[in-house]
């Protein structure tokens, strides 16, 4: 182990003499010899870039990689093009090194990329040829968000690499040998994905590492002023209402694709907790507002917080819960803000296919909170006799 350490750092020192930026040694840069993981969060918005940010982070660990942490892919009604803003504006990046090595994108293309990728030897993975201006190529700059986002930091590609049929089944120890025998850090410092490097949604077992997502100091304290500002009386439950035209027309499919998006948070792995429904993903207002009267009686809840993306539905709860305090952010709305709030909720109540609600239910399970969800109850496994 420690021959191939020298020989990677043998190798670096050949790297940056070539390239005309040799910097004393790899130890002064701190350089990981192993490589780096860097990847475009493309798919969706912060629900799934969340889902396949943890499968990422398994993917890095099980290849012996360090994580890049990208910046999250936003778009704002504020901004006519996708934004990017760094991963620790939202989270801290020290619990992260509990599990695995990582740093943000932001240094690492400062301080690292000059270095070890730099311009005229950016090489960009995807498993198979996409579609765009060049034929049996990534074009891993064609489209929105892929292209702001590279261009955000100014990379440009010089070659692509089709990795396929390699995958990312970081629960096969065959399959991650194969990446490092195939793509050796000496030759491939960078691994640079059009997209994550994990599937969607997240697998239970990656679930597991939301546990390393702590909210920055920034976004811990919004929340609780906003708590001991707007919601004094306690305990308050947190709702999320997914109801707006895009998700209407998503759960129209939801029976043919029981698997859709974070459905298996409620029905599991094989749905052997239940069938996913359409009243599931598109729950009734009536549906709601007795289900969240119920829940207001049996914790005797003061407040409810209110996060939605559309119908916020206050005046139908304001009939059935008529002494409860409603309280929601004004418009616009923070949806970062309004995960922090929920995280922190004495109850929370969700949509089962939602990955925005499947990030607060990470979280909460990881701090032993309850949480529940609109028109299902889980089924107990049968056990045979």
Not at 308 to 323: C, G, H, K, R, W
Request: with cysteine; aromatic share 14%; hydrophobic share 40%.
């Amino acid at each position: 182990m420690a021959q191939g350490i020298k020989l990677s750092k043998l190798f670096l020192a050949v790297l940056l003499l070539s390239s005309g930026m040799w910097h004393s040694t790899a130890e002064d840069l701190n350089i990981d010899p192993n490589g780096y993981i860097v990847y475009c969060p493309c798919m969706g918005r912060f629900g799934n870039q969340a889902d396949q940010f943890l499968g990422s982070l398994a993917f890095a660990k099980a290849v012996n990689r360090t994580l890049v942490l990208p910046p999250w892919v936003e778009y704002r009604k504020t901004s006519h093009k996708a934004v990017m803003e760094p991963f620790d504006t939202y989270f801290q990046v020290k619990p992260f090194l509990q599990y695995h090595r990582v740093i943000t994108m932001e240094l690492f293309m400062e301080n690292l990329a000059p270095y070890i990728w730099p311009p005229g030897k950016r090489k960009v993975f995807c498993y198979a040829a996409r579609h765009g201006a060049k034929q049996d190529e990534c074009n891993a700059k064609d489209g929105s968000p892929f292209g702001p986002f590279w261009d955000w930091f100014n990379v440009n590609f010089d070659e692509s690499v089709i990795f396929g049929p390699l995958f990312y089944d970081t629960e096969s120890p065959m399959a991650m040998s194969q990446w490092q025998e195939k793509y050796p850090s000496e030759e491939y410092p960078v691994l640079a994905f059009v997209g994550p490097p994990a599937g969607f949604p997240v697998s239970a077992y990656h679930a597991k590492l939301h546990k390393y997502m702590k909210w920055s100091e920034q976004y811990s304290n919004m929340a609780d002023i906003f708590i001991k500002d707007k919601i004094p009386d306690r305990p308050f439950i947190g709702i999320h209402l997914r109801n707006g035209p895009d998700f209407e027309r998503a759960c129209e499919h939801v029976t043919s694709t029981p698997t859709m998006f974070a459905a298996k948070q409620c029905i599991g792995e094989r749905g052997e907790y239940g069938p996913t429904t359409h009243e599931m993903c598109l729950p009734s207002t009536n549906t709601v507002t007795q289900q969240l009267k119920k829940e207001v009686e049996k914790h005797g809840a003061k407040t409810v917080f209110i996060a939605t993306d559309y119908n916020d539905l206050m005046s139908e709860f304001a009939q059935v819960i008529p002494t409860v305090k409603l309280v929601k952010q004004p418009f616009p709305a923070n949806p970062l803000l309004d995960l922090a709030v929920l995280g922190r909720s004495d109850h929370f109540i969700g949509n089962c296919i939602s990955t925005f609600t499947a990030f607060v239910k990470r979280e909460r399970d990881t701090n032993r909170a309850s949480t529940s969800f609109w028109a299902f109850q889980k089924r107990r496994k049968r056990i045979e006799l």
